[in-house]
């Protein structure tokens, strides 16, 4: 089991989730896994959030609903899917710092 659980709901953020994966892979802590849920997005996000599993280096868990159902249900169905001792969530159109999972813990 991932030490941190990183949850990020989204809904038409494909251009700012590129920010936000290369920020997570860039993390010198790496025991954690990034759980993402596209909200029915009628953007290029399913195309985008794809492609990162071919270039990161932790695990990726995607939900992807083909309508949109809201924040709060994406949040709890997110949730249900985490299995790090820790939830940290970041929503998809910002990013974390260097270190920021070494500062948290």
């Given at each position: ?53 071919n270039?990161v ?49």
């Open positions: 089991m991932p030490k941190i659980s990183v949850l990020t709901p989204s809904f038409n953020r494909a251009e700012f989730l590129p920010k936000l994966a290369r920020s997570l892979q860039e993390q010198s802590f790496r025991d954690f896994e990034w759980i993402i849920g596209n909200d029915g997005s009628t953007d290029n996000s399913d195309e985008i959030i794809r492609s990162f599993s270039i280096q932790f695990p990726i868990f995607y939900i992807n609903s083909s309508h949109r159902v809201g924040k709060s249900v994406m949040d709890n169905k997110l949730i249900d899917e985490a299995r790090g001792e820790y939830i940290v969530w970041c929503d998809s159109d910002d990013y974390f710092v260097d270190n920021a999972f070494e500062i948290l813990l």
